[in-house]
């Protein structure tokens, strides 16, 4: 997928040079392709990815505009370093749909979003007017870092949910305090024992009335 050796070993910061070699072995025309296109979808045979644990051999495609990879099967690492990087990985239910497809057919995904948390994703080829179904290998965080459009963007949406949460927690404690008359410090223990329903009974009712205050 990305070439190794001493030449290109200094362009592994520069993605943007690199990315011109991505296939480039066995297709010199790939990046150019991909680039023109702007959005597109791999079809590879078995094991795809294998020896390309380097994460640039998943980089280098997202970055010409790679969605997705179809394929019968894929290495475990590379795996993982596509969906780190926002590319789907999807395995073919049917070999024969795989020797169906040639290179430059028009592939549609109708819903892509909607189709990922099933596990599994209808394709139309429109090329040869077929539709074939793939399934998604995926663990539920998986399944959650690819929807995100990948872990960077994951980990930002993670960080911008736990920034609000810890606004609206300081807000309550603030009112925990003053409302039952409790120091900051205790208010913040009883607003976690709140959450974790083992306070006791009869402060449940006003930590909720200022629970729904504050939504």
């Known amino acids: 997928i990305t070439p190794a050796g001493a030449e290109f070993s200094s362009m592994r910061s520069n993605i943007p040079l690199m990315s011109r070699y991505c296939y480039h072995r066995y297709d010199p025309t790939f990046a150019e392709r991909a680039r ?21 051999a998943a980089i280098n495609p997202m970055y010409l505009g790679v969605r997705c990879v179809i394929a019968m099967s894929i290495a475990r690492i590379h795996k993982g370093n596509l969906i780190n990087h926002g590319i789907v990985p999807m395995l073919f239910e049917s070999r024969q749909d795989y020797e169906r497809i040639d290179q430059d ?8 979003l909607d189709q990922i948390p099933t596990r599994r994703v209808t394709v139309r080829d429109v090329t040869k007017d077929f539709t074939f179904n793939v399934r998604l290998e995926l663990t ?14 994951y980990l930002k949406d993670q960080l911008a949910k736990a920034k609000e949460l810890l606004l609206n927690t300081g ?11 409790f120091p900051s410090d205790k208010a913040f223990i009883a607003f976690f024992k709140y959450h974790e329903g083992i ?17």
């Open 36 to 56: 023109t296109l702007g959005k597109s979808i791999i079809v590879g045979g078995e094991n795809y990815g294998q020896g390309s644990s380097r994460e640039h």
């Open 105 to 112: 057919d028009l592939l549609e995904i109708e819903g892509f």
């Open 140 to 153: 539920d965080s998986e399944t959650e870092v690819v929807l995100a459009g990948g872990q960077l963007r």
């Open 171 to 181: 807000k309550y404690i603030k009112e925990i305090s003053a409302e039952l008359n």
């Open 199 to 215: 306070y006791p009974s009869e402060f449940r009712d006003r930590f909720t009335r200022i629970h729904m205050n504050n939504r």
